[in-house]
Nanobody, 123 residues
Framework: VQLQASGGGLVQPGGSLRLDCAGS????????MGWIRQAPGKEREIVAQ????????LYADSVKGRFTISRDNAKNTVSLQMTNLSPEDTAKYYC?????????????????WGQGTQVTVSS
């Protein structure tokens, strides 16, 4: 699975941003997908995950109620809608495919990664 993330940028606190990830390969729809972020000096954090059939999602406590993950298997895409952004959300965001239909475990269990897109929240 090859992944290409887009949609990052500079946004003011309280603003919204949508990240998109385009996947290639027939197995995209068989993979749980995740959005994982990493800020300088901080550990990687899985912010959102979704099963292959979109029947279950999981969010980090830090983004619950503000971020929404979704996918469209017909288009091989997964998206992350982010609202009420704060400077603490500043990081490079990666989309990743887990290699199994279900999420679980930490970021190291994700097999395929996109190149990442930078999100900066600042006034």
């Amino acid at each position: 699975v090859q992944l290409q993330a887009s949609g990052g940028g500079l946004v003011q606190p309280g603003g919204s941003l949508r990240l998109d990830c385009a996947g290639s390969g027939r197995s995209f729809r068989d993979n749980a997908m995740g959005w994982i972020r990493q800020a300088p000096g901080k550990e990687r954090e899985i912010v959102a995950q979704i099963n292959s059939k979109s029947d279950r999602t999981l969010y980090a406590d830090s983004v619950k109620g503000r971020f929404t993950i979704s996918r469209d298997n017909a288009k091989n895409t997964v998206s992350l809608q982010m609202t009420n952004l704060s400077p603490e959300d500043t990081a490079k965001y990666y989309c990743a495919a887990r290699g199994t239909p279900y999420y679980g475990g930490d970021a190291s269990t994700y097999q395929w990664w996109g190149q990442g897109t930078q999100v900066t929240v600042s006034s």
